[in-house]
Structures are given as C-alpha cells and as structure tokens.
C-alpha cells in the first residue's frame, strides 16, 4: 500500500489520488509523480537564471512549468514552485525539509481547514524526495494582483533596514489587515487561526512577507492561500518562538511571568484584533481537541522516524502552552 504523495490517502500504487491530482495539475491535465531530472539540475538551472529569476529567497527553489504532462524548469509563466533539499549548511534534520513543509501545510489544510497554496512531495529521477507547489496568483491564465505585507507597509530593506521582514508585530498585521481588506471581520479570524497554528507548529519564520492578499473574483483584497509553513525548530532549535512579537509595545502578565506566549495572549491578541472572544476561544479549542488527528498525520507523513517523534515533542509542547 503507497500514500498519495499530496494528501496522505491510502493508494494501491505510487503517486497522486485523482482529487490531488486535478488540483495539482489544474484540471484535467496529467500530472506527473517523478521528475525527469535530479536535485543537481536545480541547482545548475537556478545560477543559470538567477538574475531572471522573480522567485526571491536563499532557498534552491525553481520555477516548473506543466508541458504534456512533464515538468520544466522556467525562466517566466511558471506555474509551480520546486523546492529540493537545501545546499545549505542546516543544523538538524536537513534531509526532512522537503517532508516538513509538506507535512505542515497538509495539517493546516486537513485538520484546521486552513487555505493553503496546492501542495505535494515529488520525487526527482533518481528518488530523492522535494516539495512543490502551484502557484496561486494566476487566474484564467492571467498573474493577479498580490501584495505581502511588507509591501502593504512599505517595507524594504531601503526603507526599514536588513531584517525588515521581521520589523513588525501580529498586532500590526491586523492593523495592514483592516486597512486594505473590506472583508476585515471574515479575514481576520483566518489570519488569527494561521498565526496559533505558526504557534503550535513551531514556525518560527512566519514574518511579514508570508502574509499577503491577493486580489478575489469580486475585485476586493482578501487573504491568499497559506505557503511557506513550516515547522523550522525542527531544524533550527535555538530560533525564537515566534518570527514577529504578538504585541507592539504590550505584554500580559502571563508572558512576563512565562517568558514565552500562552493562551492568555492569544486572547489577548484576538481582542486586540476585534475578534469575538467566543470565537477566538473556538479556535482555540480547535488546537486542543486536534491532537489525535495530528499525531495520525504526523505519523502517515514522509519524515524520517527520529524527525516524526521531535514533530510530534514539539507540537504537544506548544499545545500544552495554548491551551493551559
């Protein structure tokens, strides 16, 4: 018996269901589960384009396109994003990445009903093991409109310095939120639900550039598809808790007593937010009711075994900290 190489499912052979493999692809285009090339090919292809590139970060991403059914390195109008095995050096763990992000993505989806952008593992030819992912700022075959968060705040590192991704507070995201977003009340329950999860899963580099809106079929701005989630204290241990502080300038006697977030401030960030506070305790509760449903994931997932039980230490340890 395999496992869908997107969803997890049970399979009787190596690949995608057909429910993942639509979304995957699209449509009803095929949608290959082995690459025609090896992790060497990215890295060559990546410093070949690297000044055409539009995909930003120090990972070895590159950008597929979906041609009859094979999957192509592109300079432009790519679809999909690769991302193989780290070149850099990485303290823990380096070999899991690709699983990790899939794995977090899949926990945000099946289990806390999150959006995310459409995801899976791929296996290059040789069968090592990468994560990909479709791109979702095109529509009809058209590039949307799409702004992050540090461009909503006009930060760059011009203007705000090196680490300006990470100038900021959630406090303030919200505040970016309700500015742009008419759908504020709707959107910002799901932003607060992504930010407890970057919390219980230990993603430590959810800052201000892996938020963004993107432009709905109605012409108003809403919250994109969740992407670049995952669970980094697997690999870097020693990381801060959290990318961005909850508060601007605040801090609850729980944190200072604690040294570290709990469900007081998270309540705390919800009604900084507006939020109705019986539906910010949901949410909560949501986490804690949710750990049968993520250890059976953790454990379907394509991690090492030593990597499965540092996840699961990690996550039961923060649920402990949001639900106490």
């Known amino acids: 018996m395999y496992r869908c190489l997107s969803t997890l499912c049970d ?52 950008s597929l396109k979906l041609i009859r059914g094979k999957l192509t390195p592109t300079e432009k109008d790519g679809e999909y994003i690769l991302k193989p095995i780290p070149t850099a050096d990485i303290p823990r763990f380096k070999n899991d990445i690709p699983a990790n992000e899939h794995l977090s993505m899949q926990l945000a989806a099946q289990v806390f009903g999150i959006a995310t952008a459409v995801n899976a593992v791929i296996c290059f030819a040789d069968g090592e093991c990468a994560y990909i992912t479709r791109r979702f700022d095109r529509r009809n075959g058209l590039k949307i409109g799409q702004e992050d968060f540090c461009q909503l705040s006009n930060r760059t590192e011009e203007t705000t310095g090196r680490n300006y991704k990470y100038a900021g507070s959630y406090e303030e995201v919200g505040r970016i939120l309700k500015q742009f977003c008419k759908a504020y009340p709707v959107e910002i329950e799901k932003l607060f639900a992504r930010i407890v999860f970057n919390y219980v899963f230990s993603n430590g580099d959810a800052h201000l550039k892996n938020f963004s809106l993107f432009e709905s079929a109605f012409g108003d701005y809403i919250l994109t598809p969740a992407y670049d989630v995952i669970c980094t204290s697997l690999h870097f241990p020693e990381e801060a808790r959290t990318a961005l502080d909850l508060f601007d300038t605040f801090e609850t006697e729980s944190f200072r007593q604690n040294a570290f977030y709990k469900r007081t401030d998270f309540l705390k960030l919800a009604e900084c937010y507006g939020m109705n506070r019986i539906r910010a305790e949901r949410c909560l509760r949501q986490f804690a009711d949710s750990e049968t449903a993520v250890v059976g994931l953790i454990e379907r997932s394509f991690l090492s075994e030593m990597a499965k039980v540092d996840f699961q230490d990690r996550f039961r340890d923060r649920l402990r900290a949001v639900t106490d």
């Open 11 to 62: 399979l009787p052979s190596e690949g995608y269901s057909a429910v993942a493999r639509r979304l995957l692809a699209g449509g009803n285009r095929t949608f290959p589960h082995r690459l025609t090339f090896n992790r060497a090919d990215v890295v060559e292809f990546r410093m070949q384009a690297a000044e055409h590139m539009s995909i930003s970060g120090v990972q070895d991403k590159v």
